[in-house]
């Protein structure tokens, strides 16, 4: 077989493949070996059909058209392949020759990824959220764990947020009782908008004694109705935390100190915030890099993105026993909108790699042979399999060049990153320390304070 390649315009290239006859003639042999099983002739079993009777009997034409159809997509691929064609749409092809005999000849025309130029790539200002932790952090989290073995004491004051109130409440519709929404010494905590938000309103600045009526919306958005309550408040107490001391964490911990208890939530801090700060790192520098692309995204690259997003997240959530169906159903979502959020995802995805790709060409970035080998050995790690088995799977698929292709996009984020300007909320320099290395904590990882009194 040979090819060549031909560059068009509006990012489209025309391969011109020809074919020899005796290169298609297997092709053309299993064509009539598949067309014998389903013929019935006297005397001959299904599939012993000669071939010479299937030419007499049907002509040499439905065997070809038969070899053609299969045949064309493989010697399509070979092409694409032989030529590094980076194509991103179904090819238009016409058969230019050898539809009755002889040698085939076909020009398959298709869209192919655009090359771009940018600039600015080697100076963005990327702002995440900072990796440290503050004395605010850790005192957060202690309260948190405090909170939950907190205990309810009676005040005499007006109820805020945060506050138990005790009260009777009784909602009516046209003097009705409304199910649900009736109930005698109902514990309700002032804040929580667990009804509608009139209530938490009206029960802010109330004491025990108080009576309130007021009317609000029915809480189901179906019903037009107005509901008419009537709260009488018997009690308002308020959360008394423990102290925070060695007690309190022998109590809520395995650790026999509170300062124990606060180096390790101080150290489950740090892997938190360092996990946040890395993911939007990569989203924040995915965002800066798809800024610079001005051109508009061509329909073609921006559905082969989506395709491949939905093949990706279709094999996570059949990894774990989930069709997508099913979790579309599971999380209420259309298939139209699920299609508009692949198109709002692909929409960034494919500038930032276009963005990239142009990196990796400006700044002369490859993947060297050794570099491949060592992703192929972590791969075949993985798989469980010989290297050298991964290797010619691999090549005769024809996956070699697409992941030197990833390694090199990877290799050109990573330029990127390493000379962009990460700030923290406040503008303050993040130290790339805390984004770059692990760090070893000898700590046990309990879940503290999840224990119920």
């Given at each position: ?398 996956r070699l060049k697409a992941i030197r292709s990833d390694m090199r996009i990877r290799a050109a984020l990573q330029w990127v990153t390493e000379r962009a300007e990460i700030v923290d909320e406040n503008g303050n320099a993040v130290d790339r320390d ?20």
């Amino acid at each position: 077989m040979n090819s060549t390649l031909e560059t068009l315009d509006d990012n489209k290239v025309k391969l011109s493949v020809t074919i020899d006859a005796a290169e298609f003639e297997p092709k053309l042999d299993a064509a009539y070996k598949a067309i014998s099983k389903e013929v019935r002739m006297p005397g001959f079993r299904p599939g012993k059909v000669p071939r010479k009777l299937i030419e007499q009997q049907y002509g040499p034409e439905m065997a070809r058209e038969e070899a053609l159809r299969q045949a064309l997509p493989e010697f399509y691929s070979k092409a694409v392949y032989d030529n590094d064609v980076d194509v991103i749409a179904a090819p238009e092809i016409d058969i230019t020759g050898g539809q009755s005999e002889g040698d085939i000849s076909f020009d398959a025309v298709v869209e192919v990824r655009p090359s771009i130029t940018v600039s600015g790539y080697d100076s963005i200002r990327v702002e995440i959220p900072s990796p440290m932790v503050t004395d605010q952090d850790l005192e957060e989290r202690v309260d948190a764990i405090r909170g939950q073995h907190a205990e309810l004491g009676a005040v005499d004051r007006a109820a805020a947020d945060g506050d138990h109130v005790t009260i009777d409440i009784a909602g009516t519709i046209d003097g009705e009782a409304v199910p649900g929404l009736t109930a005698e010494d109902y514990d309700y905590v002032v804040g929580s908008g667990a009804v509608v938000a009139e209530i938490d309103e009206n029960l802010r600045g109330a004491k025990a004694g108080d009576e309130l009526t007021f009317t609000a919306d029915h809480p189901d958005e179906s019903q037009d109705d107005q509901i008419d309550f009537a709260i009488t408040v018997k009690e308002v107490q308020e959360s008394v935390l423990p102290e925070a001391n060695d007690d309190f964490a022998k109590e809520a911990s395995e650790f026999e100190t509170m300062n124990e208890l606060r180096d390790d939530l101080s150290h489950r801090l740090e892997d938190v915030k360092r996990s946040q700060a890395i993911q939007a790192l990569d989203e924040k520098t995915g965002e800066a890099l798809a800024a610079l692309v001005t051109d508009d995204i061509s329909e073609a690259l921006l559905e082969d993105e989506m395709e491949n997003r939905a093949q990706d997240m279709g094999m996570r959530l059949q990894a774990q026993g989930i069709q997508l169906e099913q979790y579309l159903q599971i999380t209420g979502t259309s298939p139209e909108m699920f299609r508009e959020q692949l198109r709002e995802q692909a929409e960034v995805s494919a500038r930032v790699d276009l963005v990239l790709r142009a990196i990796a060409d400006a700044e002369n970035i490859e993947v060297s042979n050794d570099e491949l080998d060592e992703e192929l050995r972590v791969l075949a790690t993985q798989l469980d399999q010989p290297l050298e088995t991964i290797r010619e799977q691999l090549d005769s698929a024809g996956r070699l060049k697409a992941i030197r292709s990833d390694m090199r996009i990877r290799a050109a984020l990573q330029w990127v990153t390493e000379r962009a300007e990460i700030v923290d909320e406040n503008g303050n320099a993040v130290d790339r320390d805390l984004l770059e290395h692990d760090h070893d904590h000898d700590h046990d990882h309990a879940d503290h304070g999840s224990e119920e009194e």
